[in-house]
Nanobody, 125 residues
Framework: DVHCRRLGEGLVQAGGSLRLSCATS????????MGWFRQAPGTEREFVAA???????HYVDSVKGRFTISRDNAKNTVYLQMNNLKPEDTAVYYC???????????????????WGQGTQVTVSS
């Protein structure tokens, strides 16, 4: 199972911060690549960030310098710290995990087998 949780209010003003967490169970978490994706109404699911089991991190250009993905293997949890939020960050955010996703495919949602239920993040201008 993969469970996504939002820490903080889901509605924030531009420039604010939120932290998302994603707790997993039943996975060999420390061997999994974990990703965050988002989907706004009428758009396709978009890659946001990923962290490999090696702890290397990858980001979409639009969030670099603002978002930080991290993992706590002892807690089987991955986090997404979002700072300086912008209205264009408004979306439903999903965490995802997969043991076998390769680096060249890390941004592709269909490469991930396990998904959390999603949490709404709304950023007002």
């Amino acid at each position: 199972d993969v469970h996504c949780r939002r820490l903080g209010e889901g509605l924030v003003q531009a420039g604010g911060s939120l932290r998302l967490s994603c707790a997993t169970s039943g996975l060999t978490f420390n061997r999994y690549t974990m990703g965050w994706f988002r989907q706004a109404p009428g758009t396709e699911r978009e890659f946001v960030a990923a962290i490999r089991w090696t702890s290397s991190t990858h980001y979409v250009d639009s969030v670099k310098g603002r978002f930080t993905i991290s993992r706590d293997n002892a807690k089987n949890t991955v986090y997404l710290q979002m700072n300086n939020l912008k209205p264009e960050d408004t979306a439903v955010y999903y965490c995802a995990g997969d043991r076998e996703v390769i680096l060249s495919s890390i941004r592709l949602p269909y490469e991930y087998d396990y998904w959390g239920q999603g949490t709404q993040v709304t950023v007002s201008s």
